[in-house]
């Protein structure tokens, strides 16, 4: 009797010591973490990716960084996204770096250069060969850390309200197309506009613009592009792997823990691979359903079309060059990646493609 009496008031005392004790150590402080986003909410593709990303920051904190995700136009515009992030009125943005090309042209780099990396050797010069650090020195000039988190491949020419035939054709279009792909078509005598994705289609269908570009037909289908615009051009020069970036507030960054720094690098380098995943596996489901129930005219530009663009690209690539030492900087770690990693891609993915399909063909 005694001895139960004594079990049962040591199983309360431990409980209470526990209770006491050991709860402490395991609740920890939350951290919020508001993210905005130049993408529209629930959009295929862009705007699912940066909600996941969102999400699986939280998941992965176990709930120390709570996300709270605004897409585009939900807390401030989707241009006004990097400044909200730089200023601290957010804890991050996510969207793709060529937009802040006006701040400093090196922004571009981290997004697609006409004629630049594709997927594999962007993430290859990202890891490897210098390119994160270069994006790293030039956030710090804005109060950013960056970290890729997502790929769109080699992206589609654009649409056009019209055929195009030769590069003259350019001359006088006004055409959706940021970045310096934008800068490439100003040579050509197109006007380039810049307009985020929830204004393209009403701009499409109003005249405003003639032509747009977005990303591939998995994202284009959802954007309903073929109501106003029947040819569909391939392949893009001007984003042939469309990175895309969380750029997180670089105070904020320095007071997080190096376990939640890493968590939050984990969860990206997750994504930007699971993203170009989900963009290849159903950009040829979506380009069938474009040409198949909505009659788009699936068109190639041709070697002389091609020959005018990359003219047009080395002028402003040169251009761009000088703007600073950083940039030089840059683009010269740039330029050699894409001689290096892609005498590589040369070598092995390009010829293997044509003599697989040569095949397949055959067979």
């Not at 989707?78 to 006006?102: M, R």
């Not at 080699?154 to 800068?183: T, Y």
């Not at 005018?308 to 900087?329: C, I, N, S, W």
Request: net charge neutral; proline share 4%.
């Amino acid at each position: 009797m005694k001895r139960r009496k004594f079990l049962k008031k040591s199983a309360v005392f431990t409980g209470a010591v526990g209770a006491g004790v050991a709860a402490p150590s395991i609740v920890q402080a939350r951290t919020e973490m508001s993210i905005v986003s130049t993408w529209p909410r629930d959009f295929p593709g862009l705007g699912t990716s940066a909600q996941r990303l969102a999400a699986r920051i939280t998941e992965l904190t176990g709930g120390r960084i709570r996300t709270r995700y605004y897409a585009s136009g939900e807390k401030v515009g989707a241009f006004d996204s990097f400044d909200a992030a730089a200023s601290g009125n957010a804890e991050a943005y996510i969207g793709v770096d060529y937009y802040w090309k006006g701040k400093h042209p090196g922004w571009a780099f981290f997004a697609a250069v006409p004629f630049g990396l594709t997927y594999t050797e962007m993430d290859a010069w990202m890891k490897y060969a210098g390119g994160q650090e270069l994006h790293d020195e030039l956030g710090r000039q804005f109060a950013i850390k960056p970290w890729p988190c997502g790929n769109t491949g080699v992206q589609m020419g654009g649409w056009f309200n019209k055929e195009i035939s030769s590069i003259d054709d350019f001359k006088g279009l006004k055409m959706r197309i940021p970045g310096l792909g934008g800068d490439v078509i100003s040579k050509l005598g197109a006007s380039p506009v810049s307009l985020p994705g929830s204004q393209i289609f009403e701009n499409l269908v109003s005249g405003a613009v003639d032509a747009t570009e977005w990303v591939g037909p998995y994202n284009d289908y959802f954007m309903k592009f073929y109501e106003a615009a029947k040819y569909y051009y391939y392949p893009g020069m001007h984003e042939p792997g469309g990175q895309l970036t969380l750029g997180v507030n670089l105070r904020w960054w320095d007071k997080l823990s190096k376990s939640e720094q890493a968590i939050i690098q984990t969860a990206c380098n997750e994504e930007n691979a699971r993203q170009m995943a989900e963009t290849n596996a159903n950009n040829s489901l979506y380009l069938a359903k474009l040409i198949d129930d909505h009659g788009v005219k699936l068109r190639q530009f041709d070697d002389d079309i091609f020959d005018g663009f990359g003219e047009a690209a080395a002028e402003v690539m040169a251009e761009v060059r000088q703007h600073d030492p950083l940039t030089q900087k840059i683009h010269d770690s740039f330029d050699r990646a894409r001689t290096e990693i892609g005498r590589w891609s040369g070598l092995s993915d390009a010829p293997f493609i044509l003599q697989r399909n040569r095949v397949m063909e055959l067979n």
